[in-house]
C-alpha cells in the first residue's frame, strides 16, 4: 500500500471567493521530509492545506499540484487538525480504526493494538476521549494518522493547543513516527519549527519565502543553541512581517 | 429523591385546595368532583379505564414509532438530496401551516373509528418535530469531521453513517423529546374527534353523562401516561446527548 514518500510541487494562484490569496506560489515540499509552514493568521496555511488535501470546494486554484513520482495525490494523505477529531462516542481504538470503516475495508484490529500500545495507550483502549487528557487525546490522534499508513501527513496546528510540557513530547513522539513521510506541518510556533522543520516556508501576503534550518537531524533537542539561534531568528521575522 | 418529595407536597397542596373548594364553595359534584371522588371513581372503574388507556397507549406508541422513523428518514433524505431539498422542504413547512386538528375529522372520514387514524394525528404531530431537528443537526456536523472523513476516502454513504448520523443524535434527542410531549396530544385530539375506544372517548363520554368525576379519573390517567412517557423518553435522550455531544 505504502509507496515511497514523494515530493510535492505546487506552481499557481489560490483565491477564495473572488479574493487572491496567493499570487504566484511555487512551492517544493520535499520528499520525506519534515516542512513547516509559517504564517501569520489568515495568510492562505490552510487553505493551502486543504488544496492538497483535494478539499477544494471553496477554493480557486489555478496552476499545477503535482509529485515527483507522478502518481495522484488523492488516497496517499492523512491529516491532523488543531482538534484532535476523535468521536466522542467511539473507543479510542474504535477512533483509531475509523478510516479503515470508512473505506470499508477489513479491520485491523491487532495492528491498532499495537500501534496505541507503541505510543502508551495500551491502557486507554477501551475508554473514550471524553476520559483522556488532551496530550493522550493527541496520542491517539497520531495513532489513527498512523493507522492511515499514507506518505504525507498534513498537519493543522496539531500541538498548538497542549501545554509546553506535552507539547515538546508530542513533537518528539511524532518526528520520530512520522520519520521517512512527507510531512507539511502548519504551525504559528517559531520554536515548533525550529525543533521539527527539515524546510521551513514562510507564507506572507501573495508571496512565499523558503527560509535556512539548523543542520542537526530532527527531532532538535528544545535547548541546542542552534534550534534556539533559529528559534529567534524565526521569531524576528515574523515580528517584522507582523509591522 | 428531595425532587420528587417536592413535586409530591406540591400535589398534596393541589389536592388540599380541590378538597376545600368543593366542601366550602359547595360546589355540586357534577361540576367539580371531590379529589377523594376521583380516587374511589378510579378504582371502582379501574378495569373500564384500564381498556380505555390501553388502547390510547398503543395508539401514543405506535404513533410515536411510526411518527419517529418517517421523521428521521425524511431528515436522512433531505440532508443527501440538494434536489430533496430544493423540492419537499418547503411542503414540509406547509404542512405546518395546516393544523392537525382541522384534518383529525377528515382522517377518521378516511381511516374509520378505529386506531389508524389516531395513530395518523399523533403521527403527523410527532414528524415534524422530529425530522426538522434531526435535519438541522445533520446539516451541522462539525466540519472538521467531515474533513477527516474526506481525505480518509470514506464514501458518502459511510460518511453519512459513521459521522453524520452519530453526530446529529443529539439533535435528533431534541425532537424526541418534543414528540414525546405531542404525542398523547394527537392521540387525545384523534379520539375526541370520532372514537369507539380510548381515553379521549372515555373523557367526551363521561361529560356527555355528567359523570365528571369518571371524566376527572380519566384525565387523571391521560396525565400519568405523559408524564411517564416524557420521562422514559427524556432518559433514553439524555444518553443519546451525554454519548454523542461534540
Redesign the interface.
Known amino acids: 500500500m505504502s509507496t515511497q514518500a514523494p515530493s510535492i510541487h505546487i506552481q499557481g494562484s489560490i483565491s477564495i471567493a473572488e479574493n487572491r490569496l496567493i499570487e504566484t506560489l511555487d512551492m517544493d515540499i520535499k520528499a520525506g521530509a519534515w516542512s513547516c509552514l509559517l504564517g501569520a493568521s489568515g495568510v492562505g496555511k490552510s487553505t493551502l492545506l ?1 488544496l492538497i ?3 477544494t470546494e471553496h477554493i480557486r486554484f489555478e496552476g499545477s499540484l503535482t509529485t515527483n513520482d507522478r502518481l495522484p495525490l ?2 496517499r ?3 491532523m ?1 488543531q ?1 484532535d ?1 476523535l ?3 467511539l473507543s479510542i481504538l474504535d477512533n483509531v480504526l ?2 479503515q ?4 475495508e477489513p479491520i485491523q484490529q491487532n495492528r491498532a493494538e499495537t500501534l496505541l500500545e507503541a505510543l502508551g495507550l495500551q491502557n486507554h483502549r477501551h475508554q473514550y476521549p471524553s476520559q483522556l487528557s488532551g496530550g493522550q487525546r493527541q496520542r491517539a490522534a497520531l495513532a489513527r494518522t498512523l493507522m ?1 499508513e499514507r506518505d504525507i501527513i ?1 498537519l493543522d496546528e496539531p500541538f498548538s493547543a497542549l501545554d509546553a510540557g506535552t507539547r515538546a513530547q508530542m513533537q518528539e513522539l511524532s518526528a520520530q513516527w512520522l520519520k521517512g513521510k512527507t510531512v507539511l506541518h502548519v504551525t504559528h510556533d517559531p520554536g515548533e519549527a525550529a525543533r521539527l522543520g527539515e524546510q521551513i516556508f514562510l507564507l506572507q501576503a501573495h508571496r512565499l519565502q523558503t527560509l535556512d534550518v539548523p543542520a542537526l537531524s530532527i527531532p532538535r533537542p528544545v535547548d541546542d543553541p542552534q534550534t534556539l539561534a533559529c528559534q529567534g531568528r524565526l521569531l524576528r521575522i515574523l515580528r517584522e512581517v507582523a509591522g | 429523591m428531595k425532587q420528587l418529595l417536592r413535586i409530591m407536597l406540591s400535589v398534596l397542596l393541589i389536592l388540599l385546595a380541590w378538597q376545600a373548594l368543593v366542601i366550602w364553595g359547595e360546589l355540586p359534584h357534577f361540576i367539580l368532583p371531590s379529589p377523594l371522588k376521583v380516587v374511589t371513581t378510579l378504582w371502582e372503574s379501574r378495569v373500564l379505564i384500564a381498556s380505555h388507556a390501553w388502547v390510547t397507549t398503543q395508539e401514543i406508541l405506535l404513533g410515536l414509532l411510526i411518527g419517529t422513523v418517517l421523521g428521521a428518514l425524511t431528515a436522512v433524505w433531505l440532508s443527501q438530496s440538494s434536489v430533496a431539498r430544493y423540492l419537499v422542504k418547503p411542503v414540509l413547512i406547509l404542512t405546518q401551516a395546516l393544523p392537525v386538528f382541522a384534518l383529525a375529522p377528515l382522517f377518521t372520514l378516511w381511516l374509520g373509528y378505529g386506531m389508524a387514524s389516531k395513530i395518523l394525528v399523533a403521527v403527523l404531530i410527532i414528524y415534524f418535530p422530529v425530522a426538522s431537528s434531526f435535519f438541522d443537526g445533520l446539516m451541522q456536523t462539525p466540519q472538521g469531521w467531515m474533513h477527516m472523513g474526506r481525505v480518509m476516502g470514506a464514501t458518502p454513504k459511510r460518511l453519512l453513517w459513521h459521522i453524520q448520523i452519530p453526530a446529529a443524535l443529539p439533535s435528533f434527542a431534541s425532537g424526541l423529546r418534543l414528540a414525546a410531549v405531542y404525542a398523547p396530544i394527537g392521540a387525545v385530539i384523534g379520539e375526541w374527534v370520532g372514537a369507539s375506544q380510548g381515553l379521549g372517548y372515555l373523557m367526551l363520554l363521561a361529560n356527555g353523562r355528567a359523570k365528571i368525576d369518571l371524566m376527572f379519573a380519566a384525565l387523571f390517567v391521560l396525565a400519568l401516561l405523559t408524564l411517564l412517557l416524557h420521562y422514559a423518553v427524556g432518559r433514553f435522550c439524555d444518553v443519546l446527548v451525554e454519548k454523542y455531544r461534540p
Not at chain 1, 470503516?101 to 470499508?104: D, Q, S, V, W
Open positions: 486543504h488535501a483535494g478539499l488523492e488516497g494523505i492523512a491529516y487538525a482538534t477529531l468521536l466522542p462516542w475509523i478510516g470503516r470508512l473505506r470499508g492511515e498534513l
